[in-house]
């Protein structure tokens, strides 16, 4: 008999097993029976992306903005190699370890000085819901249990776990489908007042009106801070941020950032928050936290929210792999890389590149508006970009570029250098020329 747990693969060139998962694999936003086109990935260093077919690509996601310090680094693998060695993984319910408490202690005191607390998740999208159901539970224990609402922005993205999902854009997200399974919560309009623009007030008046008139059934605000993400790479200003926080101190209302994105260096501060140095209550980070290695987030609250919840008992959450130490060593050791690279000029450098490869794009009829701000890039297109004649393109230029919407975004690792920066810009126009 066959022993089932047995490798069977038996494929003998990557044609096959990249068939196989043709027809059986679910990839992020796709289906099984009409997925987009794969491309057979082998393995990867620095910036570069090798593929089985013999391609090698300059990568220009950072695999969707967490891969900071690029592929294969020697001190990461180093320190994933040593924890591994000594323990891969323990339950965090009644045992602790140094790998999750040094990781905790760094990131207090690389966040808002009011946070105090740390609660380390092991997905994005946990960590948001790990910060919901601090908001609630905090006006729970307070004695205000009609305060269980949630206040978000049109255009935001916090993730695809149900919690995560109905505190996403409604309307325009990604997640419509399941919009009778969710709970309702209240949106207000996206910033529309420009990252760099003179401040309008106007841009908050809506904002503002939404807090009043709901401030009784609020917990807490919800938003992805300057940088909206998936729902568009949209920079507004960080004034808006002022102003929230001053209402939110007003009606006590909690303010939760979603930092997951932003956080550590993305924007050209290490956290996006400090462009208005107006500091959260509640602040999530996660994706470039391990840089890239592995999965791991965390929901970071002040000590006024968290003893608030423990007078009324446990925050009622606990993941398996909760602190898990392989996770936690190899953050250490990323933010101390973070450090020693001296971050602020990385992205500058690659910021300054990238406003030097895609601002001249604004000449092409089909692009309505190219934006840049630290190391995220973003061209804007009059249409929908067709994802898999973009891809093909990019491939056949040497880039690893995954538009969505229609956006082609870049948000490449920090060591990128200026001609790996040119040649994903180059592949861009590449496609520019194909649809103008």
Known sequence: MTDPTAKTSGFSHYSEWLEFDRKHLWHPYTSVNNALPCY????????????????HLVDGMSSWWCAIHGYNHPRLNEATIEQVQRNAHIMFGGLTHEPAVELSQRLLSMGPSNLDAVFLADSGSVSVEVAIKMAAQYFQAKGKPGKHRLLALRNGYHGDTAGAMAVCDPVTGMHSLFAKLLPEHVFAPQPRCRFGDEWDPSDFSEMRRLLRQHHKELCAVILEPIVQGAGGIWFYHPQYLCELRAVCDELEILLIYDEIATGFGRTGKLFAWEWAQAAPDIMTVGKALTGGYMTLAATLA????????????????????????????VANASLTLLSDNKWPQQVAAVSTQMQRGLRPFIQYKCVRDVRVLGAIGAVELDRDVDVAAAQKIFVANGAWIRPFGKLIYLMPPFIASNEQI???????????RTID
């Open 40 to 55: 057979a990935f082998d393995s990867a260093d620095g910036c570069i992306i090798h593929l089985a077919s013999g391609e």
């Open 302 to 329: 002040t000590a006024d929210v968290a003893e608030t919840i423990g007078s009324s008992g446990p925050l009622m959450h606990g993941p398996t792999f909760m602190g898990n130490p392989l996770a936690c060593a």
């Open 422 to 432: 040119a040649t994903l810009c180059a592949a861009i126009e590449a496609y520019l």
